[in-house]
């Protein structure tokens, strides 16, 4: 396990990179929190959990299965996009590489030596100029992987105010304090977006349209990590549950850009996986 400075400085990095605009709020949260995030050895399962009043515990083996579970999301949305301008049919083969891609990951014994077969390493961005896709996706799995976090971010949150499920909580407790954290999440991202753009001098809709794919990302990448677990259990609600709240946080009763993109990603993805949730 590292939990060293250098993985300390990573996290905020990754925060900042999200949100800028809440380096106030992220110094509070450290402080109020006493936060401490602890880098483990892939050993076994995923790990992405927080508890113990200050631990976010993490392995690579879940930051890179939201990272090629963005290109895939990116891939997922480019097949039905392209299929609809062209008028053909969609052709899943590169998806369907793609999200085998990601359970090999998620479930190889180590996960770092899965090829990942052509997409850059995790926090590595291909050039905007030769490669727009590549880095569009590499930054939206920034996104997706750091809402992560801040969900984590707020069970440690729920526990310090008294307010976390217990053991012995009913199924229900469990599910709402989920949903809780997701919205935490969502919401610390969205929130002052406004300001940032404001800050940069940048279009507010496009930084709002970016953040919010992210998180929709971010549901797609939820969605592969449980595959082909998306039903309620005893601890979490059904990603379908998780992904409408998401929903009406991120884009309410409208459809917007976001939105739309991640229909048409849940689509296709619909089509390789049929009993996935959607949007």
Known sequence: MRNDAEVQRAVKAQFLGIAPERAGDLERLWSECDLQFNLLEDEGEVVMEGGAYRFVRFNHRALRVIWVSSFAAWEAFKCSADAANQGTTRNHDKLKILLELALTIRNAP????????????????????????????????????????????????????????????????????????????????????????????????????????????????????????WSDSPTHPAVQKRMNATRNHVSGDAIDDALSIAALAFSSLEDVWPSVPKY
């Open 110 to 229: 180590n996960p770092e030596e899965v090829p990942l077969l052509g997409l850059p390493e995790p926090g590595v961005f291909p050039d905007a100029e030769s490669e727009p896709e590549l880095r569009a996706a590499s930054e939206l799995a920034v996104f997706a992987s750091g809402w992560a976090m801040l969900h984590e971010v707020h069970h440690v949150m729920h526990q310090r105010e008294g307010t976390a499920y217990t053991y012995d909580s009913p199924p229900e407790d469990k599910w709402a304090e989920e949903l809780s954290c997701d919205s935490f999440a969502t919401l610390f991202v969205l929130e002052n977006a406004a300001d940032y753009a404001q800050m940069t001098e940048q279009d507010s809709a496009l930084v709002l349209r970016k953040r919010s794919m992210g998180i929709y990302f971010a549901m797609f990448a939820l969605t592969v990590l449980a595959h082909d677990q």
